[in-house]
């Protein structure tokens, strides 16, 4: 088995057609059949089948994908190292992060990183570990910055804490209760789920239940940073977040917290990435720019009750 076997089988696989993945390729269709042929003949079995959509592979095929992209990822990623350690500032970084990551450190952390790595490119996907987790297994990403898991995550990740989190009540500016004081005053509202918790349900129950309240029965769930804004914004809805949103310049005048009495803790914020797999230099200098943004959020956070205390006298 050669690597152009691999390189061909994935590119046909993703382009769902021999054409395709010449044209992605830029190689000749003929060549790109027989090199399927050819792989399929060392494994044994077919790994595609042909319709007249193109092509779809077998449960098999399905199985020796998820190990072709992944080697094939893990290439490109020892290239990358390899053009970086010698000085040439190329290649790529992929990683996922939560809303709260993007709000608290992601602009000054990509100003920092363009500065010193101008050449590689950067790709930034918002979300949550369950929603990234196939991304990162199969090294499409680099790392996942976000809020930690509710289940135990296997031993073939990294976990590594950044900073411990809160959440807070957010309404638009404005809202009609902007003058509650406790989350009893606001169990009938409504609510927008934001899909931080794989059950979804419990993303009230800790806050509410722990009160001795009946959690609220949200009937809307926004999983992405922008729809949960929209409707916060042109609505009464209201929804629990962490209190990086409303720190945010983004929204600042069109967001606002509702000060219930009530602490409401928020899942720590943690960096996973696969565990005895090294990240490329440039991938490891963004790291470390996440973690040095989490201590600055963190002093930020201890600093602000004295910082909020009235004077004596």
């Not at 990683?95 to 450190?105: D, P």
């Not at 979804?200 to 722990?210: G, K, L, P, Q």
């Not at 606002?256 to 990240?279: H, N, Y």
Request: glycine letters at 8%.
């Amino acid at each position: 088995m050669k690597l152009h076997h691999l390189r061909d089988f994935v590119a046909i696989a993703e382009a769902h057609s021999v054409r395709g993945a010449a044209r992605v390729l830029g190689l000749a269709q003929p060549a790109l059949t027989r090199s399927l042929r050819e792989l399929e003949g060392e494994l044994g079995t077919p790994l595609l089948e042909r319709h007249a959509r193109g092509v779809v592979l077998t449960p098999i095929g399905e199985a020796f994908y998820s190990r072709a992209h992944a080697a094939m990822a893990e290439i490109r990623r020892g290239q990358d190292e390899v053009a970086q350690l010698l000085g040439k500032p190329s290649g790529s970084v992929s990683v996922g992060l939560s809303s709260a990551v993007w709000l608290a450190m992601a602009p000054e952390v990509h100003q920092a990183f363009r500065k010193r790595y101008p050449g590689v490119r950067l790709r930034m996907v918002e979300g949550f570990f369950s929603m990234l987790e196939a991304r990162l297994q199969d090294g499409t990403l680099d790392f996942f910055i976000g809020p930690r898991p509710a289940r135990p995550v296997s031993d073939s990740y990294k976990v590594d804490l950044l900073f411990q989190n809160e959440r807070v009540v957010v309404g638009r500016r404005g809202h009609p209760r902007s003058g509650a004081r406790r989350l009893a005053e606001l169990v009938d509202e409504e609510w927008i789920l934001t899909g931080v918790r794989e059950r979804v349900e419990a993303e009230f129950e800790d806050a509410f239940v722990s009160q001795g309240l009946p959690p609220p029965v949200p009937m809307t769930q926004a999983e992405s940073m922008v729809g949960v804004a929209a409707l916060l914004c042109s609505t009464d809805a209201l929804a629990m977040l962490p209190r990086q949103w409303v720190n945010a310049p983004l929204f600042s005048g069109v967001i606002a917290p509702i000060d219930v009495k009530e602490r409401i803790e928020g899942p720590d914020i943690v960096q996973i990435s696969r565990a005895g797999v090294p990240l490329t230099p440039a991938a490891a200098y963004f790291s470390t720019l996440f973690e040095r943004a989490a201590g600055q959020v963190t002093a930020t956070r201890k600093a602000a009750p004295a910082a909020t205390k009235k004077p004596a006298g």
